[in-house]
C-alpha cells in the first residue's frame, strides 16, 4: 500500500470518526428528551437561607412542566407547587427550567435551574439560582434528578416517534 494511500485513508477515517463524535454530541436531544417524571433532592442556600429540597418535576415533552417540593429551611419544612414551569432542552442535552411558586397568596418566587442529561436519559445534574429576569436574595443549589420508572416514555426520541 502506498504512503499517499495510508495518508488519504487516515484522513478520511479521522473525519468520520469527528463526525460522528460531533453529530453524536450535538444531536438526539429536544424537549421530549424531559417527557414524564422525575424524583430530585437539591441542597444550597435558597433566598440566602441554607436548604434542602426533595420533589417532583414532571414535563409533557412540549416544553411545559409543573414541579412540587419539600423544602426544608433553617429546619422548617413546608410544600411548595409551581404556579408556572416551562423548559427547553438543547440538541446537547443541557437546558434551563424557568419556575415560579406562590408565597402564601401575596408573593411569589422565581428560579432559573440550568441542567445536564445524562446516564442514558434516565437522570439530569442540575443547579437552581435566582431568575435573572427577578433577581432574590442569593439562591445557589444542586442536585440530582432521576427518571421514574424503569423505561422513558413511549414518544421519547430513541424510539420511533410519529410527532417527527
Avoid at 485513508?9 to 468520520?16: D, G, K, P, R
Avoid at 424531559?34 to 437561607?49: D, E, H, I, P, Y
Wanted: glycine share 10%; hydrophobic share 40%.
Amino acid at each position: 500500500m502506498s504512503v499517499r494511500r495510508v495518508v488519504v485513508a487516515s484522513m478520511v477515517l479521522a473525519m468520520i470518526l469527528t463526525t460522528m463524535g460531533t453529530g453524536w454530541a450535538n444531536s438526539g436531544f429536544d424537549k421530549r428528551s424531559l417527557r414524564g417524571t422525575w424524583g430530585f433532592s437539591a441542597s444550597g442556600r435558597v433566598l440566602g437561607q441554607q436548604a434542602t429540597a426533595v420533589g417532583l418535576i414532571t414535563a409533557d415533552g412540549k416544553g411545559v412542566c409543573t414541579t412540587s417540593i419539600r423544602f426544608n429551611i433553617t429546619g422548617i419544612v413546608f410544600p411548595l407547587a409551581s404556579s408556572e414551569c416551562t423548559y427547553d432542552v438543547n440538541a446537547d442535552g443541557t437546558g434551563q427550567i424557568h419556575s415560579t411558586f406562590p408565597i402564601v397568596d401575596i408573593t411569589s418566587v422565581s428560579f432559573l435551574t440550568d441542567f445536564v442529561i445524562i446516564e442514558a436519559r434516565k437522570e439530569f445534574h442540575f443547579i437552581l439560582s435566582d431568575d435573572p429576569n427577578v433577581p432574590e436574595e442569593g439562591t445557589v443549589a444542586n442536585g440530582v434528578a432521576k427518571r421514574q420508572g424503569s423505561r422513558p416514555p413511549a414518544s421519547h426520541p430513541d424510539k420511533e416517534d410519529s410527532e417527527r
